[in-house]
T-cell receptor
Framework: GAGVSQSPSNKVTEKGKDVELRCDPI?????LYWYRQSLGQGLEFLIY????????KSGLPSDRFSAERTGGSVSTLTIQRTQQEDSAVYLC??????????????FGPGTRLLVL | GENVEQHPSTLSVQEGDSAVIKCTYS??????FPWYKQELGKRPQLIID?????GEKKDQRIAVTLNKTAKHFSLHITETQPEDSAVYFC??????????FGKGTMLLVSP
């Protein structure tokens, strides 16, 4: 079946502009995660959605970052007033249930964001 | 919250040698420890995982060991091949919901 998909695959923007990144999880997966991966760095947790519960936003680095998940499926990560330090690969993952129960997270291909 | 340390950051081996990557974690409540492999320009993919009720798990050339008392776990790759070259990430669950990842190990297997 179809895996996690993300769009766009690459995004170049100017400093100060807003960007929206999209994630389509695997159908039926209740949990969705956003991570940021900077060059040569690990996976930095940003935000987690589980079903209809309030999201865990504890990893968002600033109030310029926000995310929503509509209808328990597609998610959009929005970065307002982008800065050069926002340049990174943004990865989305989904799992059937919450990962703490030992569920595998399946990753999308990522969106490579470059802020000029 | 959970903190995961991973060593080494880079590892170079000759084809056929073994490779070992080690991780430590801080939260004694963590009970799920996956390992992901990320090839250049690709997405991370799960290669093996272990739960806290076992001490070792093997899948062909890959094995993971877990020492809950010492709060560390390791990935062992035997008979390495050039296609094993990638970045490997360890992780531990944080509470019931999320994973905390190590910073990754770049493994280079030379023919």
């Amino acid at each position: 079946g179809a895996g996690v998909s993300q769009s766009p695959s690459n995004k170049v923007t100017e400093k100060g502009k807003d960007v929206e990144l999209r994630c389509d999880p695997i159908s039926g997966h209740t949990a969705l995660y956003w991570y940021r991966q900077s060059l040569g760095q690990g996976l930095e947790f940003l935000i987690y959605f589980q079903g209809n519960s309030a999201p865990d936003k504890s990893g968002l680095p600033s109030d310029r970052f926000s995310a929503e998940r509509t209808g328990g499926s597609v998610s959009t990560l929005t970065i307002q007033r982008t800065q050069q330090e926002d340049s990174a690969v943004y990865l989305c993952a989904s799992s059937l249930h919450r990962t703490g129960a030992g569920e595998t997270q399946y990753f999308g291909p990522g969106t490579r964001l470059l802020v000029l | 919250g959970e903190n995961v340390e991973q060593h080494p950051s880079t590892l170079s081996v000759q084809e056929g040698d073994s490779a070992v990557i080690k991780c430590t974690y801080s939260d004694s409540a963590s009970n799920y420890f996956p390992w992901y492999k990320q090839e250049l320009g690709k997405r991370p993919q799960l290669i093996i995982d272990i739960r806290s009720n076992v001490g070792e798990k093997k899948d062909q050339r890959i094995a993971v060991t877990l020492n809950k008392t010492a709060k560390h776990f390791s990935l062992h790759i035997t008979e390495t091949q050039p296609e094993d070259s990638a970045v490997y990430f360890c992780a531990a669950n944080s509470g019931y919901s999320t994973l905390t990842f190590g910073k990754g190990t770049m493994l280079l297997v030379s023919p």
